[in-house]
């Protein structure tokens, strides 16, 4: 406190009181402006690097042994290549693994695929045989009815293309002489 009972910081001499924040005879604002505002990122750095680190690496020995009761203290930027390694480890491992993962899926799709192209090719041959039983099928009956009408033909002596003949004629009217009365049209055996 000052005279005024103002309180202010600073230190009580026998000669008087030393304000701190008086420029006039202290320099401790420009000293924390110039600290704080300037400096402020590295003293950061420094607090995180290596205070925080060193508490880190106490601590996390501590767990690991719990029978130590002092860590050496290590340097962090070794520690924090260490970890860099230990992570881009890590990463290598995952990447091989995914690989891995990869090529399986793969092998299995080519597995899948070929196993469809062997299922097409057998049904495109089971059709192939089937369209050709059919084809032969048609032909024997074709063969049957060609037969057929050739012993029709003789039977009745006259030929469908005749009978088609008169019958055509004996639609515009020019009947001819012996005309389809005589005909049997009894198909079949």
Not at 69 to 86: A, C, G, H, S, Y
Request: proline share 3%; aromatic share 6%.
């Amino acid at each position: 406190e000052t005279n005024e009972g103002k309180k202010i910081r600073g230190r009580r001499y026998p000669w008087g009181v030393v304000d701190i924040e008086n420029l006039d005879h202290c320099d401790f604002v420009p000293l924390r402006n110039m600290l704080i505002r300037t400096h402020l990122q590295d003293l950061k750095e420094m607090t995180n690097l290596v205070h925080y680190e060193n508490f880190r690496c106490r601590k996390l020995a501590g767990v690991a042994e719990p029978s130590q009761d002092k860590v050496p203290n290590k340097n962090p930027l070794f520690m924090i290549e260490e970890e860099q390694k230990e992570h881009v480890a890590k990463l290598n491992k995952m990447e091989r693994e995914m690989e891995e993962v990869f090529e399986r899926k793969v092998r299995e799709k080519k597995q899948k695929l070929s196993d469809n192209e062997v299922d097409l090719e057998r049904r495109q041959t089971e059709s192939t045989n089937r369209l050709e039983q059919l084809k032969q099928e048609m032909e024997e009956k074709k063969a049957a009815f060609e037969q057929e009408r050739l012993s029709w033909e003789q039977m009745n002596n006259i030929t469908i293309d005749e009978l088609k003949r008169m019958s055509l004629e004996s639609l515009d009217g020019k009947k001819k002489k012996g005309g389809l009365s005589g005909v049997s049209f009894r198909m079949g055996k």
